[in-house]
Every structure is written in C-alpha cells, then in structure tokens.
C-alpha cells in the first residue's frame, strides 16, 4: 500500500500563502489520482482539490476555486496545494489521498491554522 506523507502545514495570518507538500512512497503511476481533502473541528471531511496523473484535469471545491491550486511532480511522486489568500475558516487538517484501481490511501495530515 502507499504511504502518503504531508507537510508544509502551519500558523498564518489572513491573508498569507502556504504551500502544501504530499509524498508518496514508491512511485506513483498513470492510474493514480491525488487529492487534498480538509477537517476542521467539529466538522465532516471535505473535498478540496483533485488532480490527474498526468496534472491536465483539476477540480476545486467552489469555496478554496481561485484560491488554491493543486499541481503535482510525478518525477517526486510529491503533489502540492498552493493556497492563497488564505481565511480563517480555512483552518483545517488537511489531508492528501492517492486512489490507484479503486483503492484510497491517505496521509496522516497536516494542521493549517489561519488567524484572523
């Protein structure tokens, strides 16, 4: 199984950038499909962002679209979460998730805070 390893996490005022890492272990290959998802507290899991292998087919969740931008180096088996612009209801864990012929594994997640 892939293991998915997050980082770039942390405490930044409204406004600022962060820029989230994801890699995974072994290599990744034309099958598989990266994510970010994000949990604050008290909340359900939510989509953020998904992205192709090959990176030509992105999707956003409508309230991180223009905001954030997903990208990935399929030479580092890492994918990023550029994110912008960033708001306090954007504190959150976020996760990455890799799904290869159906099967999902996710990272154990990174805490992005944003104060207001």
């Known amino acids: 199984q892939v293991q998915l390893v997050e980082s770039g996490g942390g405490l930044v005022q409204a406004g600022a950038s962060l820029r989230l890492s994801c890699t995974a272990s072994?290599?990744?290959?034309?099958?598989?499909?990266m994510g970010w998802f994000r949990q604050a507290p008290g909340k359900e899991r939510e989509f953020v962002a998904v992205?192709?292998?090959?990176?030509?087919?992105?999707r956003y969740a409508d309230s991180v679209k223009g905001r954030f931008t997903i990208s990935r180096d399929n030479a580092k088996n890492t994918m990023y979460l550029q994110m912008n612009s960033l708001k306090p209801d954007d504190t959150a864990v976020y996760y990455c998730?890799?799904?290869?012929?159906?099967?999902?594994?996710w990272g154990r997640g990174t805490q992005v805070t944003v104060s207001s």
């Open positions: 998730k890799l799904t290869r012929w159906g099967i999902s594994s």
């Open positions: 072994g290599r990744t290959t034309n099958w598989d499909v």
């Open positions: 992205i192709s292998w090959s990176g030509a087919s992105t």
